[in-house]
């Protein structure tokens, strides 16, 4: 019997017992082909997982509807209803009541107007997760937009980590909302607050509730400062640094750093339309990193504050007219392109900001390869160590493209987000595997007794 590939689409787990004796063998590609099988066995149970959630999902609606029918039974009261299903299934399940009410919220969300997120889901192809991060985004538009919606949200939530779909879902939805961004931005400004949730260990986490762009610039701030605590013979990390900075920066003002705080000026990239800035167009400008923003702030942004990279761009082509550089910590042109083309780390399902990349050429600058905008793109330091100290490989697909092998042979596309301002589906891929995770490594000859 010859052993069967466990590609992680397909919907039988492989055990070890399918492998087959040979003659020859080899201790290295074995134990690789074992983890690739390991691996794929999951996939597999995630796959099912996920099947078996969309069933919950439609049970759940359909309680939901139950207890509306029995709402409408003379004497019936729609909210004790709902409350007594809530507690129902609660009780049921062992979660909370909070929980569970959420679970319901989302299972009539998924069933009244998201059939493709649903659908997706019922074929494994998505995790509830992601079917979640979708939800979250929809449930605040209306329901004659949700449609078009999950369309684009959804274009590559195959290939994507849940945090990656929550990430473009919700900008898709910035882009779709039918009501004007600056009146959204006008009431979601005034939810902002900063309060304290307290941790373990003697710890508490400070959460500021901020417009984005503030919360973009006190960030890059943090870093800035961080960087220029660093001393020589540092031992405290770049994260330790940041928080210690914050905390340095606010309780003693009259200090060191204070003082440091006071040379620096906020970094951030915003690409602001041509039209928008001349008053004749709505198309809102985007903050790399988190999407579009209102217009009151933009143009505040675009009429001269000096700390922001101000990005202009056509109105038909959007390709990118100028960039200001007004008193910005000016980068090399070629790696402002790289990263905002970019906008993260190129590594599968890796979701670090491009601007705290290191650039890598995709091709050895020792084997001729090129220092151009094909050739590099952006690694946060780990998976760039990744690349260059372990057996994961990367090779330069179609647009910038890349096409990642791991040790065990499984393949990953990635490619920089698509930034055109009108919503469409994802750019298609060429010679790469539609579901990420395909192997290309051939089974090795196995003996009948591997050591593992
Ligand atoms: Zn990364």
């Known amino acids: 019997m010859l052993i069967t590939p466990a590609f992680a689409s397909s919907t039988d787990v492989v055990e070890p017992a399918d492998v087959v004796p040979q003659v020859h063998f080899d201790a290295r590609e074995t134990l690789l082909w074992g983890i690739g099988s390991d691996a794929d066995s999951v996939a597999v149970l995630q796959r099912q997982q996920a099947i078996l959630e969309a069933r919950s999902v439609r049970r759940l609606a359909a309680a939901a509807r139950k207890s509306d029918s029995l709402a409408r039974l003379p004497g019936g009261s729609l909210e004790f209803a709902r409350r007594s299903l809530v507690a129902e299934v609660a009780t049921t399940l062992l979660i ?36 979640r991060a979708v939800v979250r985004q929809a449930r605040s538009l209306p329901e004659a937009v949700r449609g078009e919606f999950e369309v684009v949200a959804l274009a590559r939530a195959v290939s994507q980590t849940s945090a990656q779909l929550s990430a473009h879902a919700r900008v898709v939805r910035e882009r779709m909302h039918p009501d004007s961004i600056d009146r959204r931005h006008r009431e979601a400004r005034d939810e902002r607050a900063v309060w304290v949730e307290n941790e373990r260990d003697g710890m508490a986490t400070l959460v500021c509730h901020l417009p984005a762009v ?13 960087r220029s605590l660093r001393a020589p013979d540092e031992t405290r990390t770049h994260a330790q640094l940041r928080a210690d900075g914050l905390a340095e920066l606010l309780l003693h003002r009259d200090g060191d750093t204070a003082a440091r705080a006071r040379g620096i000026r906020a970094n951030i990239v915003v690409t602001v339309p041509a039209l928008t800035l001349l008053g004749r167009s709505d198309e809102p400008a985007e903050l790399q990193g988190y999407g579009p923003i209102d217009h009151e702030t933009s143009r505040r942004l675009a009429a001269g504050a000096d700390s922001w990279l101000r990005i202009l761009t056509h109105p038909v082509t959007r390709q990118r007219l100028s960039v200001g550089r007004e008193r910005y910590k000016v980068p090399a042109d070629l790696r402002t392109a790289v990263v905002l083309d970019d906008v993260t780390c190129r590594f599968p399902g890796c979701i670090r900001r491009a601007d705290r990349c290191d650039l890598d050429h995709t091709r050895d600058w020792a084997h001729a390869g090129e220092t151009s905008l094909e050739n590099l793109s952006a690694l946060c330091r780990r998976h760039h160590t990744l690349k260059h100290q372990t057996a994961w490989r990367v090779r330069p697909g179609p647009a910038r493209s890349l096409v990642w092998t791991s040790p065990a042979g499984a393949r990953h596309a990635t490619a920089p987000p698509d930034h055109t301002p009108a919503p469409r589906p994802g750019r298609a891929l060429d010679n790469v595997p539609a579901r990420p995770g395909a192997r290309a490594r051939a089974r090795p000859s196995l003996p009948a007794d591997p050591p593992f």
């Open 96 to 131: 909370s009541e909070g929980a569970a009410a959420l679970r319901i919220d989302e299972a009539e969300v998924l069933c009244g107007s998201l059939p493709l997120t649903l659908e997706t889901l019922s074929r494994g192809d998505i995790s509830y997760q992601h079917a």
């Open 214 to 226: 503030s919360a973009f610039a006190i960030d890059d701030t943090l870093d800035q400062l961080a």
